[in-house]
């Protein structure tokens, strides 16, 4: 999604390689908690003094908010190779995404894309593995070391589990694309493996423990649970919009639309009764170039009285329509999208394929055909 004109997600920490960096608010959050918990187990050693205990849980903040940046940066610079557009990254209380404008993607880029973030973390722990190997490194520093490269096997291990939302999760959504043709079957199939790895995640650090008749650590459960919630609302997003991609081409305008004829801007109220009698439907004006430029009121038309009717104009009782606020009749979901997105109007004005005017389409109808929900 393009920044342009938007709200920016949090605070802008730079560009890294071209990228703007955000930092969101939510992030304070994960890193307060991670810093207590790390600070409260190291305390209890008795060879780490309190305030460096939790001096050293605040550095474990960091370091997983920079194996995260790394991660997220492998993304956006691997897209960038393969030409996505307006990438920017963010990190948050789930870690961090990378947000891409709309374009249209191949299984293979998708997938590459995708798993240049875990396979960054894995070079990463390698690199801090070798650090360690530095003789007299010392305690802070060696324990620092040691809680990197497990982080970073955590955050690529587990991001290369095969469900979406995690990035694993396009190897099955690519398998799927690949095989039918359609990139949203590979979300709902991903999204759904995602689904079973979430059960996995609560079954894991929560119910497991009590199955083994061990008391589960606080911290552990409760970012078990919050994961495991993220996940769940994300790949349900995933799977309602796939459906909805899904449904796009089902959705023709003139299905939708209902009856209309067009009449020139200068008509009156008198001639707009007369051809209401005559065919019915809707009265789209269209001015002199013959471009529809207004719809008729009905609850405008009726108010003016049968003796004024042949002064009034029809324009005094009509509704403006946006300029180039016109559909084919044939043209589908993913044409009216388009429409919803570049026009600024509620209303369309439905040509055939002669360019004639023949029906009248309402914003509210497109969205409720599109999601399935009632307008």
């Known amino acids: 999604m393009s920044e342009v004109n938007e709200k920016a997600p949090g605070l802008k920490l730079g560009r890294i390689g071209g990228v703007p960096v955000y930092l969101s608010s939510s992030w304070f959050i994960i ?137 694993g999760g396009r190897l099955v959504e690519s398998a799927v694309w690949k095989l039918t043709g ?58 309602n919009h796939a459906k909805m991609m899904l449904n796009l081409p089902k959705v023709i305008a003139g299905d939708l639309m209902t009856p209309a004829s067009a009449m020139m801007s200068v008509a009156t109220v008198a001639d707009v009764h007369t051809r209401k009698r005559n065919r019915g439907g809707s009265i789209i004006l269209i001015d002199p170039q013959g471009m529809p430029c207004g719809v008729v009121d009905e609850q405008a038309l009726g108010r003016v009285s049968p003796e004024a009717a042949s002064e009034v104009s029809a324009l005094a009782v009509s509704r403006a329509l946006g300029r180039g606020a016109v559909v084919a009749a044939d043209a589908d979901g993913r044409q009216l999208i388009d429409y919803l997105a570049s026009v600024a109007s509620a209303e369309y004005a439905v040509i055939d394929a002669r360019g004639a005017v023949v029906g009248l389409l309402h914003q509210r109808k497109i969205i409720s055909a599109v999601t399935g929900r009632k307008a």
Not at 199 to 215: A, E, N, T
């Open 182 to 239: 359609s990139q949203s079957k590979g979300t709902i199939a991903a999204s759904w493996v995602g689904r079973i790895i979430v059960i996995g995640v609560v079954f894991w650090f929560v119910v497991l423990p009590y199955f083994k008749g061990q008391q589960p650590q606080l911290i552990t459960m409760v970012v078990g649970v919050m994961v495991a919630v993220f996940m769940w609302q994300a790949t349900t997003q995933l799977i």
């Open 31 to 167: 890193t307060a908690v991670i810093t207590v918990a790390i600070g409260m187990q190291l305390s209890n050693n008795a060879l780490i003094p309190p305030v460096a205990a939790y001096l050293l849980g605040f550095a474990c903040a960091v370091v997983i908010a920079l194996a995260v940046l790394v991660h997220e940066v492998a993304h956006a610079l691997t897209a960038r190779a393969f030409k996505w557009p307006d990438a920017h990254i963010v990190l948050t209380l789930m870690g961090g995404h990378t947000q891409f404008g709309s374009f249209k993607a191949k299984p293979g880029a998708s997938l590459a894309v995708a798993m240049a973030g875990p396979l960054s973390n894995f070079v990463l722990a390698g690199l801090a593995w070798l650090a360690m190997q530095i003789p007299n490194l010392g305690l802070y520093p060696g324990l620092l070391l040691n809680f990197f490269v497990y982080a970073n096997l955590l955050l690529g291990a587990f991001n290369a589990l095969p469900g979406l939302p995690l990035d």
